[in-house]
């Protein structure tokens, strides 16, 4: 596989979620709470987009959980990402299922640069908090989309209750999530996340909230939006 090709990462973020490449897909392993916000991740999108013959593009795509789903929603799905172990993990996982999804180890800039304008939806849920400059992984997001498309990203509140509950709860006391899956000052205000997309072009649509609840270990779409939260952006048209 070719090295990553821009500088708008992490290493150290790369190789901590690296590090949990080969348990992805187990349901009750290191990214348990991932499974369970799959299905509302998925719904979210699914309601207000048409996947079926669509393309969409899946950033951060990790091992495939949102890939794999927005396949089976009949999408033609590709799948960025910059840790060799997750793609490669989300390739073999692809072999085993016989879904449709073309994984690329790739920058979201330089995919920008190669496929301008060419998805019906763009998906980046959980990444914007791990990489130095969000607002230009939102630009090329926006760069991606054909006019008439969406955008749907979800990320974590910069407030207490996020810091106390995705992780002190989720990290040291539940034990959800790995320590030092999240860092405070990374998470983003729904304020700052909408200056970013109208600069990119795009018009905020819905801020929704995204609610885990570990005792049933399932997720669910919410009002709320001071911890986990979804948003989708539309690319006008022409």
């Known amino acids: 596989m070719s090295q990553p090709d821009n500088t708008n990462f992490s290493q150290a973020e790369l190789d901590k979620f690296g590090a949990l490449a080969q348990r992805w897909w187990d349901p009750q392993g290191p990214q348990k709470a991932l499974h369970a916000l799959n ?39 590709t799948a960025i990402d910059l840790a060799p172990e997750l793609v490669k993990v989300a390739r ?31 998906t ?15 630009r090329a997001c926006a760069t991606l989309l054909k006019p008439g498309g969406r955008l749907f990203l979800s990320t974590l509140n910069r407030t207490p209750a996020a810091f106390a509950l995705a992780i002190v709860g989720a990290e040291y006391v539940a034990r959800v999530l790995p320590k030092g899956t999240h860092h405070y000052r990374d998470f983003i205000r729904p304020s700052e996340l909408a200056a970013w ?34 948003a989708c952006a539309l690319k006008p048209a022409m």
């Open 197 to 230: 997309l109208r600069a990119a072009g795009l018009q905020l649509e819905d801020v929704s909230g995204l609610m885990y609840e570990p005792w049933r270990n399932a997720a669910r779409v919410i009002e709320r939006t001071d911890i986990n939260y979804l």
């Open 39 to 77: 299905p509302a991740r998925l719904g979210y999108v699914t309601g207000r987009v048409p996947l079926q013959g669509a393309r969409a593009l899946d950033v951060g795509c990790g091992g495939g959980l949102l890939s794999e789903a927005l396949a089976g929603e009949g999408a033609e799905v």
């Open 92 to 122: 073999l996982h692809r072999l085993e299922t016989g879904v449709s999804v073309d994984y690329r180890l790739q920058s979201v800039e330089s995919l920008a640069a190669e496929m301008p304008g060419r998805f019906d939806a763009v």
């Open 124 to 138: 980046c849920m959980e990444m914007l908090e791990h990489v130095p400059d969000p607002a230009a992984i939102v």
